[in-house]
């Protein structure tokens, strides 16, 4: 992970790295949170800098795509439930086809199926079903 300062190394980018040390960037890591066009209403920024700036953080990131690259999950352990998952599945399919036209909530979906499953199993579920999709981690709909 290279620090911001060597790979914005010469004279002409001390006003970037004034902006990053302010705003609490020091890695190239922290610049996907940088709102590059705020750099525009810096003083000591021109255009011509902003372009220069902004392609070499395309390319930085084009070279070290790895660094970039989102951390993923271990999957969920499956959990013991009392209910089996094929019944949990078939449950969850029938109130997904009774609500085909809208987004379902996990909490609108426990509640549904009660108290005998916990979320951890119904997401498990719902994310190795084929006729569900979902939004976010929380949010869901029917795809037949």
């Known amino acids: 992970m290279a620090k ?12 970037f790295i004034l902006y990053c040390e302010n705003h609490g960037y020091s890695d190239m890591t922290d610049l996907p949170k940088c709102e590059f066009h705020k750099l525009q209403g810096e003083p000591e920024i021109s255009q011509s800098l902003l372009s220069r700036i902004k392609t070499i ?28 998952d094929a ?16 987004l379902i909530h996990i909490s609108d979906i426990s509640k549904a199926i009660g108290k005998k499953v916990k979320r951890s ?19 869901f709909f029917y795809a037949n």
Request: with cysteine.
């Open 4 to 15: 911001i300062k060597e790979i914005y190394g010469k004279d002409a980018y001390y006003p």
């Open 57 to 84: 953080y395309i390319l930085y990131c084009k070279q070290h795509a790895a660094e970039f690259m989102p951390i993923k999950r271990a999957a969920p352990k499956p959990s013991k439930s009392a209910v089996p």
């Open 87 to 102: 019944e949990i599945e078939g449950e969850l399919e029938v109130y997904f086809q009774s609500n085909s036209d809208k």
């Open 121 to 139: 199993d119904i997401i498990r579920i719902l994310e190795s079903a084929s006729w569900c999709k979902a939004v976010d981690d929380t949010t």
